[in-house]
Nanobody
């Protein structure tokens, strides 16, 4: 019965910053955590970042380390993704998902997804 909803997307200039949020409602206690994925046109969905519910362990794609930060509050909502130094190649629909399997970087290990929020990075 978990539901997820992303927000905060919008046009951003190269080098700019944007902060996304994901609100999780319902019971999330049985999941490992929440992750952010993105899907660019014509490409597969790729892992961006994830955070665990139990101890707030954080995981990042190598491509976003040092630029993106994932965080959450104590009640598991909202979960944030702060994105800095954005590049045109970061243009994608960004999705949050509930992690139901141990490995946080695989989309197949997420059972519930939000509908996504668009992040165009362009001048």
């Amino acid at each position: 019965q978990v539901q997820l909803e992303e927000s905060g997307g919008g046009l951003v200039l190269p080098g700019g910053s944007l902060k996304l949020s994901c609100v999780a409602s319902g019971h999330t206690f049985s999941s490992y955590g929440l992750g952010w994925f993105r899907q660019a046109p014509g490409k597969e969905r790729e892992f961006v970042a994830a955070i665990s519910w139990s101890n707030s362990d954080r995981y990042y794609s190598d491509s976003v380390k040092g630029r993106f930060t994932i965080s959450k509050d104590d009640r598991k909502k909202p979960v944030y993704l702060e994105m800095n130094s954005l590049r045109p190649e970061n243009t994608a629909v960004y999705y949050c998902g509930e992690q139901r399997r141990p490995w946080p970087t695989r989309s197949a290990d997420y059972s519930t997804w939000g509908r996504g929020t668009q992040v165009p990075v362009s001048s």
